[in-house]
């Protein structure tokens, strides 16, 4: 029975070693680190279930926050689940060689699949926030662009073994400050101007984020950059960092949403018997062939009547 319960337990390190394309990590995380990552992904895929049952609370044409707040945790639900199985990770050799037993050796694992993670939902994160305010479009495409060179930068730097990779954590910070500016000062002068409710909204949701991706260069610093912790803590820090800044800041995101509009937002969303293109588009095809016809009809029959009594009197 005691061997039927041990192989019944976590199996992902077994299963999915510490070795990839013939280099191991001899930094990797333990089963320890694998179920918290374990619990993280239930969180993740639990949360997805939760916002997209809301969804179906509201019409079609008021989801939109639903559907992106829901995306943002299934694809985290993924990347969670891959680490927690010990995949999407690549060893790196570390900078700095530690004594400390949990950290020494030569090269550490670096889960490149946080930072796919991170590519696809910090963009929908802050578009919850920039639809919030109204952003104009052009700005809201720069920001989002500004994001990916953050998260690229990041990833970079975690796969560079020099201290070149400070480098490139220099400039995901200079590209994370002027997200958080802009998340503190101008969209939130702008959500301010739509109503109290908006404003009060983006207050909760926008200092949230601004606050937790402001602890996400500490979290980078001691574990890819600086090799200080274990990769047991890194999965709980950053799993922390994970389930605060978007399955904790997508139920104050819909909590706040819940009485606000999206056309207030300037988010006029039509159902599909609704489009003019659709509709108006084919009634207008259809008039104007019919006024064209009967135009024509009615102009020949009227200039041959007429040309016919003028030569007749002629």
């Not at 990347?79 to 010990?86: I, K, L, P």
């Not at 662009?145 to 954590?169: C, H, N, P, Q």
């Not at 926008?206 to 090799?227: D, H, K, Q, R």
């Amino acid at each position: 029975m005691s061997d039927l319960f041990k192989r019944g337990g976590n199996q992902a390190l077994r299963v999915n070693g510490n070795t990839v394309n013939g280099k191991s990590a001899d930094i990797s995380i333990t089963t320890h680190g694998s179920d918290f990552y374990w619990a993280v992904c239930s969180v993740m895929g639990f949360a997805t279930l939760a916002f997209i049952g809301l969804a179906f609370t509201k019409p079609r044409t008021d989801r939109i926050f639903h559907y992106i707040t829901a995306g943002v945790t299934m694809v985290a639900a993924i990347a969670y689940f891959s680490m927690a199985s010990n995949l999407g990770w690549t060893p790196i050799d570390v900078e700095f060689r530690r004594s400390d037993s949990r950290v020494a050796g030569i090269n550490r694992e670096i889960f490149y699949v946080r930072y796919i993670d991170w590519f696809i939902t910090t963009p929908l994160l802050l578009m919850d926030l920039l639809l919030t305010a109204a952003t104009p479009w052009p700005t809201t495409l720069f920001v989002i662009l500004v994001d990916e060179v953050m998260i690229v930068a990041g990833l970079v730097g975690a796969l560079v073994r020099s201290t070149y990779k400070w480098g490139y954590f220099t400039f995901g910070c200079a590209a994370l400050f002027y997200i958080w500016w802009h998340l503190i000062w101008e969209s939130r002068i702008n959500a301010n101007r739509l109503g109290k409710d908006v404003g009060r909204t983006f207050l909760m949701c926008g200092s949230l984020t601004a606050f937790m991706w402001l602890l996400y260069p500490i979290a980078w610093g001691v574990c890819e950059g600086g090799n200080i912790i274990a990769p047991d803590s890194e999965a709980v820090f950053y799993g922390i960092l994970d389930m605060i800044a978007k399955p904790v800041f997508g139920a104050a995101l819909l909590w706040g949403h819940r009485n606000i509009e999206p056309a207030r937002l300037g988010l006029r969303i039509r159902e599909y018997d609704e489009d003019p293109a659709v509709h108006g588009g084919l009634g207008g095809h259809h008039e104007k062939t019919t006024n064209g016809a009967t135009n024509g009809a009615t102009n020949g029959a009227t200039n041959g009547t007429t040309n016919g009594d003028a030569a007749a009197t002629v």
